[in-house]
């Protein structure tokens, strides 16, 4: 398998997702502001929206969006636990879960990258994440991780975006359990070994 990523983009999460199964994978990066592969290739077409990750398989076939992506590592490897299993109430939760942190949060933090975006965007979306995160400090009140006492595939796809806060000066030091389970997720050495991959640690 090879997973196109840019490094500290959302990409990130199927990154940990990868290392967490323990698959063998090829990380390429995809710079999204020069959107050139290593090699030169123009990323353009790998993935025609020009956004990563992109999975692509051993057999030429490729997954574009994040949720899916990590879903499908997680099926990989049943016995990781990284998602509940098909068809199960759990598994329906884990995806309430990824589209979540997709739509509410992820996408809320667009604007904020964007220098084109009015001021006015930019506070009105700040305003809505300490919001979205303030209400999840309380949903993992008394919890390791977003289902409970299992690490699962939707805990890296919150580490990734709930890092971001740093870089748009979004204070979150006050949300103690998020603290907390942020501080849980970056010690797991699958979480460290894609950060060191990405050049993100040392």
């Not at 904020?112 to 979205?132: D, G, H, I, Y």
């Amino acid at each position: 398998m090879k997973l196109y990523y840019s490094a500290g983009a959302c990409s990130l999460s199927p990154h940990i997702a990868l290392y967490e199964a323990g698959l063998s994978f090829e990380a390429i990066s995809a710079p999204t502001k020069t959107h050139l592969l290593p090699d030169g290739t123009d990323f353009y077409t790998i993935n025609p929206l020009g956004y990563v990750p992109v999975l692509e398989l051993d057999d030429g076939r490729r997954l574009r969006e994040g949720p899916a992506i990590v879903q499908y590592i997680a099926d990989q490897v049943p016995g990781k636990h990284l998602a509940p299993a098909n068809g199960t109430f759990e598994r329906y939760k884990l995806q309430e879960w990824l589209t979540f942190i997709g739509t509410e949060i992820h996408k809320t933090f667009s604007p904020l990258f964007n220098p084109a975006a009015a001021v006015e965007t930019k506070t009105s979306s700040l305003n809505q994440l300490k919001k979205r995160f303030t209400w999840l400090d309380g949903e993992l009140a008394g919890k390791q991780f977003l289902m409970g006492d299992t690490f699962t595939v939707a805990d890296g796809y919150l580490f990734t975006v709930t890092n971001w806060a740093k870089y748009v000066g979004l204070d979150l030091s006050e949300l103690a359990n998020l603290q907390a389970y942020s501080a849980r997720i970056a010690s797991r050495p699958a979480v460290v070994a894609a950060m060191k991959a990405e050049g993100l640690l040392k």
